[in-house]
């Protein structure tokens, strides 16, 4: 049992008491919060003075991967720092249950590491794991590119009907374990082999348990995204699945047009965003072909050497790579190096492979290649898209009701994207304290509220007496984030008091130590 508190003399933003945040005070007992409104504090009742501040539901972050990271203090706090008390994992398609992790820790060796104790247990086990073992809560969606691989290996054919019965039971386990639902990331390996039929089949246990379909979509978003959106449809409209979109990267025009769009033909969609126009990802993925991994990534990295290989890169996947939404003919100069994982390229660290490959004297593709294969692929990159949004451009989807937030946050390498330290604290400052795009009671609704409903997670996402007492105290006017990409890795400022399940886990901005965050395992809506 946690302590009993009192968060004094600050203002609720919950939807539920009204559009605008209410002076009141809030009482946490047994980790859950007692009383809402004016609190009389009890002998023996710690009070957290809350004067000029907003007390308001910790915020989920819908699209993370802090899936092994989250138990790395740094991580920890910067999430907490940000107000974000919960995560959702499992994403793209790629991770680390069910099976024994292998798959994820090399493939996404660069976006979510290794995980330093999970070898195998399943879903239950991986959630079992998170139990009081850090301050913030996880969630987790069962990745179907592992499955696949666990099943069919890296091969591009299609499942036979013992195969596809395989993958089912996998998932139907899974989510018979608390699994919030089932994730695909359409353009990596093996996922990216997967046609509706397949992924329609693996959404069948997951509608029949309430969970999400949540998709990084096939082709590259930006002005590719209608045909994305078609393949969702075609999924959600075959299995009954509620269907989500990842980190929606495109103009916010067309954004609310095609969800508007697919929700008024039937689909149960929402979606997820991040409020930068710059993406991260690894580099195998943007410059090896598919079929080039089939054979495994130790054949892979072997015949990256072959002059044979870099001959028929440059004929044949250069001009696809540079015929995408949101990479271009300028593909060299539009992403930089944010990890290598090779102790001899620490110099090209936060360079594009223009300007790496002209301090080697050899031309961009030959040094993404050399590059690729010196870090056995542990590389990631960040991408500039053909035309940059500023804050009004990016501001038109944030109010959407089908909208929540999600970093996409990725905390390894020398140069990371800022977006893993810095999302909600831009969207609580800029777009809140600053632009007003977002009232604070719309913030409650957009980034807890919403998905707390969403992904099913029970009494969270709400300051309501009964709620799971994940709580955070923002100051409006010191709210910031630090984080550039020059310097990524800066703290966000302004939230210095959190709670997650009743116990203080964050105080005057730093640790205080207590690990009360879990696993979060799918519930029924309440309320």
Not at 56 to 63: C, R
Not at 119 to 133: F, I, K, N, S
Not at 441 to 454: G, H, K, L, Q, W
């Amino acid at each position: 049992m946690s302590e009993s508190v009192v968060l004094r003399g600050g203002a609720l933003a919950d939807a539920r008491l009204g559009p605008e945040p209410v002076p009141g005070d809030l009482r946490i007992t047994d980790g859950r919060v007692a009383t809402v409104g004016a609190v009389e504090p009890e002998p023996g009742e710690r009070v957290v003075d809350c004067s000029g501040r907003f007390i308001l539901p910790g915020l989920i972050d819908a699209h993370s991967h802090a899936d092994a990271a989250v138990f790395d203090d740094e991580v920890s706090q910067a999430l907490l720092r940000q107000g974000v008390t919960a995560v959702i994992a499992g994403q793209d398609g790629v991770s680390f249950a069910p099976g024994d992790g292998r798959y994820a820790t090399r493939y996404f060796a660069a976006i979510n590491g290794a995980h330093p104790s999970y070898r195998g247990g399943g879903v239950a086990a991986l959630l079992d794991g998170y139990g009081h073992t850090t301050p913030i809560n996880v969630g987790y969606l069962i990745p179907a590119g592992t499955v696949r691989e666990s099943v069919c290996g890296l091969s591009a054919a299609t499942p036979t009907l013992a195969q596809l019965r395989q993958m089912r039971d996998l998932v139907a386990s899974g989510m018979g374990e608390g699994a919030l639902g089932l994730s695909t990331g359409l353009d990596y390996v093996p996922g990216c082999f997967a046609d509706v039929d397949e992924l329609a089949a693996l959404c069948a246990p997951v509608a029949a348990r309430d969970g999400l379909y949540v998709t990084h979509m096939r082709g590259g978003y930006e002005e590719n995204s209608r045909a994305g959106l078609d393949e969702v449809a075609s999924i959600a409209r075959a299995s009954e699945v509620r269907a989500h979109v990842s980190h929606f990267h495109a103009r916010s025009e067309l954004i609310v047009e095609l969800v508007e769009e697919f929700i008024a033909a039937g689909v149960d969609l929402s979606f997820d965003s991040y409020p930068y126009s710059r993406g991260c990802t690894i580099l195998a993925m943007l410059v090896l072909p598919p079929a080039f991994l089939r054979n495994g990534f130790d054949s892979c990295v072997a015949e990256l050497g072959r002059p044979e290989v870099g001959q028929r890169f440059l004929a044949e996947w250069i001009p696809i790579m540079a015929a995408r939404a949101d990479m271009g003919p300028n593909w060299a100069d539009n992403i930089r190096f944010a990890h290598i994982a090779a102790d001899s390229y620490r110099w090209a660290h936060g360079l594009t492979p223009a300007a790496a490959a002209g301090r080697l004297g050899i031309s961009p593709a030959e040094l993404v290649l050399q590059v690729l294969a010196e870090a056995d692929l542990e590389v990631s990159v960040i991408m500039r898209v053909p035309k940059e949004r500023n804050d009004a451009e990016m501001a038109g989807h944030l109010k959407h009701p089908a909208h929540m937030g999600g970093s996409d946050g990725i905390f390894l390498g020398r140069s990371p994207h800022p977006r893993a330290f810095g999302t909600f604290a831009r969207y609580l400052a800029v777009f809140g304290a600053e632009r007003g795009d977002l009232g604070w009671t719309d913030i409650a609704t957009t980034f807890s509220a919403n998905p707390a409903r969403r992904f099913r997670l029970g009494r969270r996402g709400s300051l309501s007496a009964g709620s799971i007492a994940d709580l955070i105290v923002v100051d409006p006017a010191a709210v910031r984030s630090a984080a550039d990409y020059d310097h990524p890795r800066r703290l966000a400022e302004g939230v210095d008091d959190v709670f997650v399940a009743g116990q203080q886990v964050l105080r005057r901005g730093e640790l205080t130590g207590v690990r009360s965050g879990i696993g979060l395992r799918r519930e029924p809506i309440v309320g």
